[in-house]
């Protein structure tokens, strides 16, 4: 049985890095768009938040020489590529897709129209959704809390390489344990690294719960769809 009916999957760039320094690994996006077209099979309608940081990270400014807010706009464009390259591999697989940006670019993508949105969601196209928001000094997490509110998303899936939420780096600390259901504020004031506090703050305000899971075990998202409790859950005031 499916617990959503809408859903809003946060995709970080780095999500398709794989083993590389840098860019795009052809394997893992293709891993990628076989478990979303098992979502798509189902018939859940799912909107995709992709990031950019494999490529470009605005905070990389100075080492650049750049000044923050044109770094961030190098971000956003980041992102268009990987929307690209996500679209491309999702549609070699049979997955119907649109893709949309917020920063307007006629050539290459639609412009962001919530509207038309959920129209090609209801068709049952998988929407991407690029460029983050379209302004500086926010984050792709920011912009999946604000698209998925727009659009009525039951929740968001935010994928990792990890299992859920942890009290401190798995990577890091053999003593970190993972926290299988979290409220906002405890993510806020113990300072875990779910999503920017930004992105949490607007998920609290419009009570949309978080699940984040690791994407890399396959099934993973199909199993969250159909209410397996897996990986950390954030809700509740
Ligand atoms: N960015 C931005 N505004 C947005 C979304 C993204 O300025 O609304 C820029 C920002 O510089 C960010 C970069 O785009 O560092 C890439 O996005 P993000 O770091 O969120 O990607 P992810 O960590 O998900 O790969």
Redesign the pocket.
């Known amino acids: 049985m499916l617990c959503y009916k809408r859903v809003l999957l946060k995709l970080?760039?780095?999500a398709l890095v794989g083993k590389q320094e840098f860019g795009i690994d052809p394997q893992v996006l293709q891993d990628i768009a076989l478990e979303i077209r098992e979502v798509y099979e189902l018939g859940v309608q799912t909107a995709i938040v992709i990031?950019?940081?494999?490529i470009?990270?605005?905070?990389a400014a100075a080492s650049y020489g750049v000044d923050r807010v044109t770094?961030?706009y190098m971000?956003?464009l980041?992102?268009v590529m990987n929307g690209l390259a996500l679209q491309g591999a999702l549609e070699k697989e049979g997955v119907l897709t649109r893709l949309q940006t917020a920063i307007e670019m006629h050539q290459v993508a639609e412009p962001y129209i919530r509207r038309r949105a959920i129209r090609h969601l209801e068709k049952g196209r998988v929407v991407i959704f690029a460029g983050?928001?379209?302004?500086?000094?926010?984050?792709?997490?920011?912009?999946a809390s604000l698209r998925a509110v727009e659009i009525g998303a039951e929740v968001i899936l935010k994928a990792t390489k990890v299992d859920g939420v942890f009290s401190a780096d798995p990577m890091l600390d053999k003593e970190a344990v993972m926290l299988p259901n979290l409220k906002y504020l405890d993510v806020l004031q113990r300072g875990l690294t779910v999503m920017d506090s930004t992105a949490i703050t607007l998920c609290m305000d419009n009570k949309l719960p978080i699940i984040v899971f690791n994407l890399t075990v396959k099934g993973n998202i199909k199993r969250v769809l159909s209410g397996e409790k897996i990986g950390t859950i954030v809700q509740g005031g």
């Open positions: 970080s760039g780095e990031g950019g940081g494999n470009f990270r605005g905070t770094a961030d971000g956003m980041a992102t983050g928001n379209g302004n500086p000094f926010f984050t792709t997490d920011t912009t």
